[in-house]
């Protein structure tokens, strides 16, 4: 998806043309997710134990976003 997204922006933008992918797509996140980075297969494991341990006993049927505060939807 961001290879793509990276693609399209370095033909739309003129700040873009003479960047490469890799620094397209860190100036993208800087600008759309509040936390500045993107999100690790950690940060997703993390919530994962977390919903699996004891102390999510009471969560049921909720969608968590681990998105560092960008929104998809």
Same mark, same amino acid.
């Given at each position: 998806m961001w290879k793509r997204l990276t693609?399209?922006?370095?033909?739309?933008?003129?700040?873009?043309?003479?960047? #490469?992918s890799d620094q397209i797509f860190q100036a993208a996140?800087?600008?759309t997710i509040p936390f500045g980075k993107?999100?690790?297969?950690?940060?997703?494991?993390?919530?994962?134990v977390f919903l699996a341990s004891d #102390?999510?006993?009471e969560i049921t049927g909720q969608a968590l976003n681990v998105c560092g505060g960008g929104r998809m939807n």
């Open positions: 693609i399209h922006l370095s033909k739309l933008n003129p700040l873009f043309s003479q960047a #490469d996140v800087q600008q993107p999100q690790t297969a950690e940060d997703i494991g993390n919530a994962v #102390d999510a006993k």
